[in-house]
């Protein structure tokens, strides 16, 4: 007998330990499937609307809304990426006398003369050194290269196919759930829906307008690599509260190698645009939608970025709008509103209840 449960315990732990094993191996996989499944909700929207409204079939409306969305991104494509590359031509081969400029005035300012004779301290110029070498060896990576191109392939077809025929998928979905519980499923689903598209349109209307604003600003301030910056800009939208960081810190060191105050206005100007997209307009969009309070979304932000990187930080937030609405439909109790503000209340006052 005991033999018996040793050997389960040890076929177990080694099931187990396989499991991990592949979870682990797959998981890529995994984040990208959710991924997509995020940007077929979104798509999903207008597919229903043709549907309903121009009486079109599913496979039509989806075929229709795929191509034109990437028709749209081809179209802006055509139109900015080749002025992007370009600037990041210019700004890779000025990057040395970036680095070097930004090194003297960060020693003067600091108050280090570390070079007397006016060279560029060693510390920098290894970085400099290494930079040509380093663009050289590009060339290097074309079998990940590859592989990206692949997995963005991938990528594009899970969208396609989950968009032209859902119901199999979701059929599925609901066989996972009793019969008690389907009608919850659904509910959870519809609700976690309707707040990542809130999510993903926010960040389209945020970003253009961030991106457009950012673009006037640093043309009127002459601050090179404009277009590469509001592109950085629309997409940073995606990561809330670090991609601020992202979008702000590169044309600011560009603008301290120009000159402090120059640093300084650039400085402010991303504060203050932040401060009223952030507040203002962000917030007015995302209300009816998701209701989502930030320390959360930080909070999960931090950690799917320290766990799965960049891919862990764009499904961040979506993330938090699926496990808010299947915790609110499947576990959240019903609660009068008066108790609740009632205990808030007392919980801010530190007054304990009679």
Same mark, same amino acid.
């Given at each position: 007998?005991?033999? $018996? /449960? @040793?050997?389960?315990? *040890?076929?177990?732990?080694?099931? &187990?330990?396989?499991? =991990?094993?592949?979870?682990?191996?797959? %998981?890529?996989?995994?984040?990208?499937?959710?991924?997509?499944?995020?940007?077929?909700?979104?798509?999903?929207?207008?597919?229903?609307?043709?549907?309903?409204?121009?009486?079109?079939?599913?496979?039509?409306?989806?075929?229709?809304?795929?191509?034109?969305?990437?028709?749209?991104?081809?179209?802006?494509?055509?139109?900015?990426?080749?002025?992007?590359?370009?600037?990041?031509?210019?700004?890779?081969?000025?990057?040395?006398?970036?680095?070097?400029?930004?090194?003297?005035?960060?020693?003067?300012?600091?108050?280090?003369?570390?070079?007397?004779?006016?060279?560029?301290? $060693? /510390? @920098?110029?290894?970085? *400099?050194?290494?930079?040509?070498? &380093?663009?050289?060896? =590009?060339?290097?990576?074309?079998?990940? %290269?590859?592989?990206?191109?692949?997995?963005?392939?991938?990528?594009?077809?899970?969208?396609?196919?989950?968009?032209?025929?859902?119901?199999?998928?979701?059929?599925?979905?609901?066989?996972?759930?009793?019969?008690?519980?389907?009608?919850?499923?659904?509910?959870?689903?519809?609700?976690?829906?309707?707040?990542?598209?809130?999510?993903?349109?926010?960040?389209?209307?945020?970003?253009?307008?961030?991106?457009?604003?950012?673009?006037?600003?640093?043309?009127?301030?002459?601050?090179?690599?404009?277009?590469?910056?509001?592109?950085?800009?629309?997409?940073a939208e995606l990561i809330p509260k670090i991609g601020f960081y992202i979008m702000a810190v590169p044309p600011i060191l560009v603008a301290f190698s120009?000159?402090?105050?120059?640093?300084?206005?650039?400085?402010?100007?991303?504060?203050?645009?932040?401060?009223?997209?952030?507040?203002?307009?962000?917030?007015?969009?995302?209300?009816?939608?998701?209701?989502?309070?930030?320390?959360?979304?930080?909070?999960?932000?931090?950690?799917?970025?320290?766990?799965?990187?960049?891919?862990?930080?764009?499904?961040?937030?979506?993330?938090?709008?699926?496990?808010?609405?299947?915790?609110?439909?499947?576990?959240?109790?019903?609660?009068?509103?008066?108790?609740?503000?009632?205990?808030?209340?007392?919980?801010?006052?530190?007054?304990m209840k009679d």
């Amino acid at each position: 007998m005991e033999y $018996k /449960s @040793v050997s389960r315990l *040890v076929y177990l732990a080694a099931g &187990l330990f396989l499991a =991990i094993w592949f979870l682990q191996q797959v %998981i890529d996989v995994i984040l990208l499937l959710f991924f997509a499944i995020v940007i077929t909700i979104v798509l999903n929207a207008p597919v229903t609307w043709l549907q309903q409204k121009k009486k079109l079939s599913r496979t039509a409306a989806s075929l229709l809304v795929f191509f034109g969305v990437m028709a749209v991104f081809a179209l802006i494509g055509w139109m900015v990426i080749p002025k992007i590359v370009t600037q990041v031509k210019l700004l890779i081969d000025q990057l040395p006398d970036y680095l070097g400029r930004l090194n003297q005035r960060f020693t003067h300012w600091i108050g280090e003369h570390g070079a007397e004779n006016g060279e560029i301290p $060693k /510390s @920098v110029t290894p970085g *400099v050194d290494s930079l040509p070498p &380093l663009i050289n060896r =590009i060339g290097e990576y074309s079998l990940a %290269i590859f592989a990206n191109v692949l997995k963005v392939i991938f990528f594009f077809c899970l969208v396609i196919y989950m968009l032209i025929n859902p119901k199999p998928l979701l059929e599925m979905y609901l066989s996972c759930f009793t019969d008690a519980k389907k009608e919850k499923a659904a509910d959870a689903f519809a609700y976690a829906s309707k707040m990542t598209i809130g999510w993903m349109w926010s960040n389209v209307v945020a970003g253009a307008i961030r991106a457009t604003i950012v673009w006037f600003f640093l043309y009127f301030m002459d601050i090179p690599g404009v277009w590469v910056w509001a592109g950085v800009t629309f997409f940073a939208e995606l990561i809330p509260k670090i991609g601020f960081y992202i979008m702000a810190v590169p044309p600011i060191l560009v603008a301290f190698s120009i000159s402090p105050t120059t640093a300084l206005w650039v400085a402010l100007f991303y504060i203050a645009l932040d401060e009223i997209i952030g507040d203002f307009v962000i917030p007015r969009i995302r209300s009816k939608t998701m209701k989502i309070h930030p320390v959360s979304i930080l909070v999960m932000l931090l950690a799917m970025t320290a766990a799965f990187g960049v891919m862990g930080a764009f499904i961040a937030t979506p993330l938090v709008a699926f496990i808010k609405a299947y915790y609110e439909t499947f576990y959240q109790r019903k609660t009068r509103a008066d108790n609740i503000e009632e205990n808030i209340d007392r919980m801010l006052s530190r007054k304990m209840k009679d």
